[in-house]
């Protein structure tokens, strides 16, 4: 037994956040958005995939600010967080997302209010959605 479960401590599960579940089963649901077709690269289903969440947390709004972090986003589609961080950097550089504010552990929210009592809590980066590519 470890030295946490000894003591009657657990390990604190993660989830994704509601918002980003919301959107999950939104874009299961809805058509694929027109440009959808203009995301490209070698996993392009999975990056299709990624670019219709995004376009449905925004709302399909290009110019909408929205926090994900690539932890979340590994739990939510199965896969490793290096995984998604890559997704999110191939979805960048196709100009669909742009990093705003890079994630880090953080003492304060943005308004300078402590969270969680001044303890250090992860926060996600903070990106721009600027559309999907348009298709001629």
Same mark, same amino acid.
Request: hydrophobic fraction near 35%.
């Given at each position: 037994?470890?030295?946490?479960?000894?003591?009657?401590?657990?390990?604190?599960?993660?989830?994704?956040?509601?918002?980003?579940?919301?959107?999950?089963?939104?874009?299961?649901?809805?058509?694929?958005?027109?440009?959808?077709?203009?995301?490209?690269?070698?996993?392009?289903?999975?990056?299709?995939?990624?670019?219709?969440?995004?376009?449905? %947390?925004?709302?399909?709004?290009?110019?909408? +600010?929205?926090?994900? =972090?690539?932890?979340?986003?590994?739990?939510?589609? *199965? /896969? &490793?967080?290096?995984?998604?961080?890559?997704?999110?950097?191939? %979805?960048?550089?196709?100009?669909?997302?742009? +990093?705003?504010?890079? =994630?880090?552990?953080?003492?304060?929210?943005?308004? *300078? /209010? &402590?969270?969680?009592?001044?303890?250090?809590?992860?926060?996600?980066?903070?990106?721009?959605?600027?559309?999907?590519?348009?298709?001629?």
């Amino acid at each position: 037994m470890s030295g946490a479960a000894a003591r009657g401590h657990r390990k604190a599960t993660r989830t994704p956040d509601a918002g980003l579940l919301t959107a999950w089963r939104r874009c299961e649901l809805i058509p694929d958005p027109p440009g959808l077709e203009g995301v490209r690269g070698n996993n392009r289903e999975k990056l299709r995939m990624l670019a219709k969440l995004i376009h449905c %947390l925004c709302d399909g709004r290009a110019g909408t +600010r929205f926090f994900l =972090g690539s932890v979340s986003l590994g739990m939510l589609i *199965g /896969k &490793p967080q290096q995984t998604a961080f890559r997704w999110l950097q191939q %979805l960048a550089a196709q100009g669909v997302i742009e +990093r705003v504010w890079v =994630g880090r552990p953080c003492r304060n929210d943005e308004t *300078g /209010k &402590p969270l969680a009592g001044g303890r250090l809590v992860d926060r996600a980066s903070e990106y721009l959605y600027l559309g999907l590519p348009r298709t001629s």
